[in-house]
């Protein structure tokens, strides 16, 4: 506890410190507030915005595609896992397809989305459902090989169906990666939505960064990236919470 | 009679497109209420035959038959134990020991009632709410022998349930499994390594040769105690009857 403690404390006075030299290093080094602006001018920008930009339908904009395309990219990436992990044959004819959709890089699409869809919110949902989609379904794939064929056969013995066999053993044995799937997921969500806001359209927090690129207004750009990661980091906490939860039968590392 | 292999023999396809000869011509026979161990050299086919009477697969040639029916598939005259105790970790124990049950068509009743009687037969009273991490490993083998025992089945088949443990829990474990097992009556097939083990536990022990394995003795063990396995380990005779086994295993070695 008292090492706890500790901790605790060294963080915050951590963050202390950042945040002093922040607000008082540039000034000192003569360095202009549009290259990089202090907190309070961070602060100020932040009112301002909340007031004259609408801020706060930006945040709501973005939070809700990211829980939307995260919701629905892991969906997908988990069924397909679990479908895929059932055929051994459609897993080797597949594979090779998924690995070259992995590799490419799923932010590039979103020009082509645009060009597709418009310049709406499907783009940005889109890119974040493919981002997401794929450690996801490779997650799954993997823990389905992997299952202890040992319980399978017990299984077996106790007569059960195909689908029990998926619903009592396989199922559960691949929770750990399946939540371990979803940790990752969770960070590209944001950047799903942040590149499809940047790409094209005139709400969200990507767009606020772009416009406030456009008018060399770096304390925008700084509140904008700082929201975003607060949203990333509300996400990824509420799926370790789940995890906790679900996974409570795992002995802990640390007591 | 409740298990019988008549000229078993089960062949393998490898992947050199050769095929393995694990068993061969394979004979024997366990009376109701028996207790058999098998014992031979690694690779002898002992686990060949214990998925075969378990339905998992097929010999190539002969029959195996279970209470006098042919083995054609899984079914819920035999229980299966392994090394492993295959506890599944997301469920507390008393849901562990259920699990066999549930395939069954047994109500949910039922099937607690059930599981609390072979949890209590096992000595695990308390433990039910407990998870399979915060069980010792001899533990967690009595929940494993707890969710065999609680389908009721005709036929207990052990494989080296105990090599995985210490010395002593080893030995403490295995008198608990022979008591509970010879309170229950059931008729138990024991492939095992340790020929001690094998001395203790069995009324009758089937020497297998190296692959591919066949029946080269079959030795009764004429000594009591076969339900407490503590107090057999004190007759002079264990002593004689493992160095038979011993030699048996031996000689078979030089020949091959």
Request: aromatic share 8%.
């Amino acid at each position: 506890m008292a090492q706890r403690h500790m901790t605790t404390i060294v963080s915050l006075t951590l963050l202390a410190l950042v945040l002093l030299a922040w607000e008082f290093l540039p000034p000192a080094l003569d360095v202009p507030r549009f290259i990089i602006p202090t907190l309070s001018d961070c602060l100020a920008e932040f009112q301002r915005m909340w007031a004259f930009e609408g801020l706060w339908a930006h945040v709501l904009s973005t939070a809700l595609y990211t829980a939307l395309g995260f919701a629905i990219g892991s969906l997908l990436g988990a069924v397909l896992g679990y479908l895929l992990g059932m055929s051994a044959f459609w897993e080797k004819v597949l594979s090779p397809y998924i690995l070259a959709l992995q590799i490419a890089p799923k932010v590039a699409f979103a020009p082509l989305f645009i060009m597709w869809f418009g310049y709406n919110s499907m783009p940005k949902l889109l890119v974040t459902v493919l981002i997401v989609f794929f450690p996801v379904l490779v997650n799954v794939l993997q823990a389905m090989r992997t299952v202890d064929r040992d319980l399978i056969n017990l299984a077996r013995a106790y007569n059960l169906s195909r689908f029990g066999i998926f619903w009592k053993i396989e199922m559960p044995s691949t929770v750990p990666n399946l939540m371990a799937g979803l940790r990752i997921a969770s960070t590209l969500a944001v950047i799903g939505v942040t590149v499809g806001e940047l790409v094209g359209g005139n709400t969200g927090l990507g767009f606020l960064i772009s416009y406030g690129g456009g008018q060399a207004n770096a304390a925008m750009v700084f509140n904008a990236i700082i929201l975003l990661t607060v949203i990333g980091f509300v996400l990824y906490s509420a799926l370790v919470r789940i995890e906790e939860r679900v996974l409570h039968y795992l002995p802990k590392a640390h007591g | 009679m409740a298990l019988e292999f008549r000229s078993v023999t089960k062949r393998f396809p490898t992947n050199s497109g050769e095929e393995l000869t694990a068993v061969k011509d394979v004979n024997f026979r366990v009376e109701e209420g028996e207790f058999v161990s098998a014992v031979g050299p690694s690779g002898c086919g002992k686990s060949t035959i214990l998925s075969m009477t378990a339905g998992l697969y097929q010999p190539t040639e002969g029959q195996v038959l279970v209470s006098d029916e042919p083995v054609t598939g899984p079914n819920t005259h035999v229980g299966f134990m392994l090394q492993k105790d295959l506890l599944l970790p997301w469920r507390n124990i008393i849901s562990n020991i259920e699990f066999g049950l549930e395939s069954r068509g047994v109500g949910k009743e039922a099937r607690r009632e059930r599981a609390m009687k072979e949890l209590k037969h096992c000595h695990l009273e308390g433990f039910d709410q407990q998870y399979p991490y915060q069980l010792s490993g001899g533990m967690r083998q009595r929940a494993a022998l707890a969710r065999t025992l609680a389908i009721d089945p005709e036929i207990i088949l052990l494989d080296e349930p105990f090599s995985a443990l210490d010395a002593q829990t080893k030995l403490l474990l295995q008198n608990s499994f022979a008591k509970t097992i010879a309170e229950a009556g059931k008729t138990t097939l024991l492939i095992t390594h340790d020929l001690a083990e094998a001395v203790l536990m069995s009324d009758r022990i089937l020497v297998l040769s190296e692959r591919p394995g066949t029946v080269i003795a079959d030795i009764k063990v004429d000594l009591p105690h076969r339900d407490e396995p503590i107090k057999r380990r004190t007759l002079p005779e264990v002593a004689d009857y493992a160095a038979q086994l011993f030699k048996l295993l031996k000689l078979e070695e030089k020949a091959a």
